[in-house]
């Protein structure tokens, strides 16, 4: 079983419609991070999270430490949101360093 | 300031070559790891590296991998005598000292095919 589960692992939509993508973790965390990767391209952070919600623009991020879970939501979908989100969790290892561990990445394909 | 700088973009490789894969980070960062992303499957940790210094190489292949991260210059990924499997999409990632891997800013990625 992976330590970072990502649901579903493709989703298309209709520009418009509200997105969810959600993120299940095994592992004890310090933070939570969602990132963006285009095809053929590079990797932008989105968000880091340890606790709450935050918002950027049409993107909101939550995450609820005592079930190990976190949503990303997409408002008001765009076809330039096409794209793989993926989640990454960062825990500390015996050593004292953190780590990053990622799932598996959701494809968004939003049609116009 | 420049974001964390990766070259080349795309590298072709026939079995048996060796690969360079060079990471410039951004402008004051003394951290860089290296992630491999296999089609189809999540980016995994590969190395983390400090100047001069490896700090962990946990999810280094054993074999015929091995990163450096000098003084002076970028830091390179070598992989010597490729073969099929290796061929993936390479991300680098760098941070300043104060934040670590949280804090850290990735690169556009280098793809390496295998012929």
């Known amino acids: 079983k992976n330590e970072v589960e990502q649901s579903p692992q493709n989703l298309t939509a209709q520009e418009g419609e509200f997105i969810t993508i959600n993120c299940s973790y095994s592992?004890?965390?310090?933070?939570l991070h969602w990132l963006q990767q285009h095809p053929g391209g590079g990797i932008v952070s989105l968000f880091m999270?340890?606790?709450g919600k935050k918002k950027h623009g049409r993107l909101i991020a939550t995450i609820n430490i005592q079930e190990k879970h976190s949503s990303l939501h997409i408002t008001a979908s765009h076809p330039r949101d096409s794209a793989v989100y993926i989640c990454a969790v960062y825990y500390l290892t015996q050593g004292g360093s953190e780590k990053l561990v990622f799932g598996k990445g959701t494809k968004l394909t939003v049609n116009p | 300031n420049a974001g964390v700088m990766q070259n080349p973009r795309h590298l072709v490789r026939r079995r048996g070559q060796e690969a360079r894969l060079r990471c410039s980070p951004m402008k004051g960062h003394s951290h860089v790891y290296w992630y491999r992303q296999l089609p189809e499957e999540g980016l995994k940790f590969m190395v983390y590296?400090?100047?001069?210094?490896?700090?962990?190489e946990s999810g280094m292949p054993k074999e015929r991998f091995s990163a450096e991260f000098p003084k002076e210059g970028p830091s390179i990924l070598r992989i010597q005598q490729v073969v099929r499997g290796d061929s993936a999409a390479y991300f680098c990632a760098s941070s300043p000292l104060r934040t670590g891997a949280r804090g850290a800013f990735f690169g556009q990625g280098t793809r390496l095919t295998v012929v």
């Open positions: 999270l340890s606790s």
């Open positions: 590296l400090q100047k001069e210094n490896i700090i962990d």
């Open positions: 592992v004890g965390i310090s933070a």
